[in-house]
């Protein structure tokens, strides 16, 4: 008994897990991320201001972005080249994935658009009264890096990311375009 106690390996394992259970699990840990993430942003943003956080984000991203693209690539057994269908699938296994709603729309071989219809980060923001997060610049790294993971070929645009005005449905959108 002691030593199950002791031990720093999970009481169950995932094989007795139902598939809700594991799902939940799931979306918690995405949670998580993104908490810590906010906290290590405000961390910094105390300390050194607000564009310094964002500049120092932006390097932090563009480093997780591509770690998590290779990730889901291995995962999904993904070869690099697989052009917009194979970003397509990959962007829907990103940690976001499990704690925002989003959506892939005007899907083609070259080109497709992805939209964040809900964000953690700004609707806590809105919740406290506050302006949306300015995270265009670190988006358009961290979209950019994942998409060149998947296939050095994608070229990202943002259509709009705050602080640009965004529909009340929708808080940015992507553009992927598979240059040949």
């Not at 829907?92 to 959506?103: D, M, P, S, T, V």
Request: glycine share 4%.
């Amino acid at each position: 008994m002691v030593e199950d106690i002791m031990s720093l390996s999970p009481i169950i394992e995932p094989s007795e897990m139902e598939s809700e259970e594991l799902y939940s699990l799931l979306v918690d840990a995405a949670k998580n991320w993104l908490a810590h993430d906010g906290l290590w942003f405000q961390a910094v943003e105390k300390r050194f201001g607000i564009e310094s956080a964002i500049e120092l984000d932006r390097e932090a991203w563009k480093e997780f972005t591509q770690i998590e693209a290779r990730r889901i690539m291995k995962r999904l057994g993904m070869k690099p080249g697989g052009g917009i269908p194979a970003l397509a699938q990959a962007l829907k296994f990103r940690l976001y994935a499990y704690i925002n709603q989003q959506e892939i729309t005007e899907v083609s071989e070259d080109r497709c658009v992805f939209r964040m219809l809900s964000c953690r980060v700004q609707e806590a923001r809105k919740r406290k009264g506050l302006p949306d997060f300015p995270c265009k610049s670190v988006g358009i790294v961290e979209y950019t890096y994942f998409a060149r993971v998947i296939d050095p070929r994608i070229e990202t645009r943002p259509i709009f990311c705050p602080p640009d005005p965004h529909p009340p449905d929708c808080f940015c959108a992507w553009e992927f375009i598979l240059k040949k």
